[in-house]
């Protein structure tokens, strides 16, 4: 893969090309932007690009207000021993540091995962490290996920490297919330911004992926501009039943739910997160089983606020507000019977109460609780009765 290929993230990889021609290239850049939006995926190949022994340059796009860029797009060859070694996953100047090494850090050792991004990940893995000599290339490209997890004592550490960070060394930190970094933090990083991806481009890029029309078109709406986590859904292999029809018939059931359903329906949701989770956790490897089973988590309860979200809209088309997009247009039936049972009011009431749910995934209340609590609000006062 070359940068060339990084899919709809034209702006972000202008800035850094508009910078690179001008020799103005910053030594630590923040990447800002949503999760899933191809933040690692561009500083993985905008690295690739810094490491290359033998870069090559092609016209550019035509910069426009939007998209600026340089004149020249510089890429990775993709044929130097550099860039062989970097496919390969086994760059000595490529490091990658994310809070799920540190059970590989002295302080560390047998620790589980944590949640937030640990200081001794890094010193060790980033601080005691910048000064030594790059070993393939003329420079070592540090990339930090999940940035927005550092405690203020891990940035502290951080800021003498990112105030003066050693010539061959170029820092990216990841993040999704830029607000959780320090003002000196901040101050010392060149930020970069990633937008949301388009909705028809990642449904077109699902479809070359031979997904179904009609799961792609789901799936790039309830994304939100995440191409990263519309193909992750799409793309999962379950057991038996796809993600796709595990959501089909989570919103037959909510859109039929009766008080005396709740508890079992309960058990039903545990269980899918469960059948999503375990192969997720397959298919990756630098993200903590903790870590998956909350993004499911929080997946199935989006389901449910997508399905609310689409009662509402089509409540408000039908008063004579304007047409709407509906995420789960394949399901029409259910979305009516759920516009039908509650005022816009109490869909509300209900969007609000669910997201507060999405809060407690984090603060691990106990996770049958947790969607008992949500179906119990949900069918409470204002049961559905057709
Ligand atoms: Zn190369």
Same mark, same amino acid.
């Given at each position: 893969?070359?940068?060339?290929?990084?899919?709809?993230?034209?702006?972000?990889?202008?800035?850094?090309?508009?910078?690179?021609?001008?020799?103005?290239?910053?030594?630590?850049?923040?990447?800002?932007?949503?999760?899933?939006?191809?933040?690692?995926?561009?500083?993985?190949?905008?690295?690739?690009?810094?490491?290359?022994?033998?870069?090559?340059?092609?016209?550019?796009?035509?910069?426009?207000?939007?998209?600026?860029?340089?004149?020249?797009?510089?890429?990775?060859?993709?044929?130097?021993?550099?860039?062989?070694?970097?496919?390969?996953?086994?760059?000595?100047?490529?490091?990658?540091?994310?809070?799920?090494?540190?059970?590989?850090?002295?302080?560390?050792?047998?620790?589980?995962?944590?949640?937030?991004?640990?200081?001794?990940?890094?010193? #060790? &893995?980033?601080?005691?490290? !910048? @000064?030594?000599?790059?070993?393939? *290339? =003329?420079?070592?490209?540090?990339? +930090? $996920?999940?940035?927005?997890?550092?405690?203020?004592?891990?940035?502290?550490?951080?800021?003498?490297?990112?105030?003066?960070?050693?010539?061959?060394?170029?820092?990216?930190?990841?993040?999704?919330?830029?607000?959780?970094?320090?003002?000196?933090?901040?101050?010392?990083?060149?930020?970069?911004?990633?937008?949301?991806?388009?909705?028809?481009?990642?449904?077109?890029?699902?479809?070359?992926?031979?997904?179904?029309?009609?799961?792609?078109?789901?799936?790039?709406?309830?994304?939100?501009?995440?191409?990263?986590?519309?193909?992750?859904?799409?793309?999962?292999?379950?057991?038996?039943?796809?993600?796709?029809?595990?959501?089909?018939?989570?919103?037959?059931?909510?859109?039929?739910?009766?008080?005396?359903?709740?508890? #079992? &329906?309960?058990?039903?949701? !545990? @269980?899918?997160?469960?059948?999503? *989770? =375990?192969?997720?956790?397959?298919? +990756? $490897?630098?993200?903590?089983?903790?870590?998956?089973?909350?993004?499911?988590?929080?997946?199935?309860?989006?389901?449910?606020?997508?399905?609310?979200?689409?009662?509402?809209?089509?409540?408000?088309?039908?008063?004579?507000?304007?047409?709407?997009?509906?995420?789960?247009?394949?399901?029409?039936?259910?979305?009516?019977?759920?516009?039908?049972?509650?005022?816009?009011?109490?869909?509300?009431?209900?969007?609000?109460?669910?997201?507060?749910?999405?809060?407690?995934?984090?603060?691990?209340?106990?996770?049958?609780?947790?969607?008992?609590?949500?179906?119990?609000?949900?069918?409470?006062?204002?049961?559905?009765?057709?």
């Amino acid at each position: 893969m070359s940068l060339k290929a990084v899919y709809c993230q034209d702006k972000a990889i202008g800035a850094l090309q508009v910078a690179f021609a001008a020799g103005k290239l910053a030594h630590a850049y923040i990447f800002a932007g949503p999760d899933g939006v191809g933040r690692f995926l561009t500083a993985r190949q905008w690295a690739k690009v810094l490491l290359c022994h033998n870069r090559i340059e092609s016209k550019g796009p035509r910069p426009t207000l939007e998209t600026p860029g340089a004149s020249l797009f510089v890429d990775s060859c993709g044929k130097c021993p550099s860039c062989e070694v970097f496919e390969g996953d086994g760059h000595p100047d490529f490091k990658h540091v994310y809070k799920e090494l540190l059970p590989f850090t002295r302080e560390g050792k047998n620790k589980k995962p944590p949640v937030q991004l640990p200081k001794p990940v890094i010193d #060790e &893995f980033l601080i005691e490290k !910048v @000064a030594s000599r790059p070993v393939m *290339s =003329d420079c070592a490209v540090y990339v +930090v $996920s999940e940035a927005e997890k550092l405690n203020n004592s891990s940035q502290n550490a951080l800021l003498k490297v990112l105030e003066e960070p050693p010539k061959h060394c170029y820092i990216i930190l990841l993040c999704s919330r830029l607000e959780n970094f320090l003002p000196t933090t901040l101050s010392r990083c060149q930020i970069v911004r990633f937008g949301p991806v388009d909705q028809e481009r990642i449904a077109a890029r699902l479809m070359e992926m031979e997904i179904g029309p009609k799961e792609a078109t789901y799936w790039a709406r309830f994304s939100e501009g995440s191409i990263g986590s519309a193909i992750a859904w799409a793309q999962l292999q379950l057991e038996g039943q796809s993600c796709f029809e595990i959501k089909t018939e989570l919103v037959r059931r909510i859109s039929e739910l009766r008080l005396t359903d709740c508890v #079992e &329906f309960a058990v039903w949701i !545990v @269980a899918a997160v469960k059948q999503i *989770s =375990d192969p997720w956790m397959a298919s +990756v $490897s630098d993200t903590s089983k903790k870590d998956i089973t909350r993004r499911v988590q929080k997946g199935l309860i989006r389901m449910i606020i997508a399905a609310l979200s689409d009662a509402m809209r089509l409540k408000i088309a039908e008063g004579g507000g304007p047409e709407c997009v509906i995420v789960n247009s394949d399901q029409m039936p259910q979305i009516s019977k759920l516009a039908a049972g509650f005022s816009a009011t109490q869909l509300a009431d209900r969007i609000e109460k669910a997201y507060e749910n999405i809060h407690w995934v984090d603060a691990n209340v106990n996770e049958k609780l947790l969607f008992e609590e949500l179906l119990l609000n949900f069918a409470g006062s204002a049961m559905i009765t057709a």
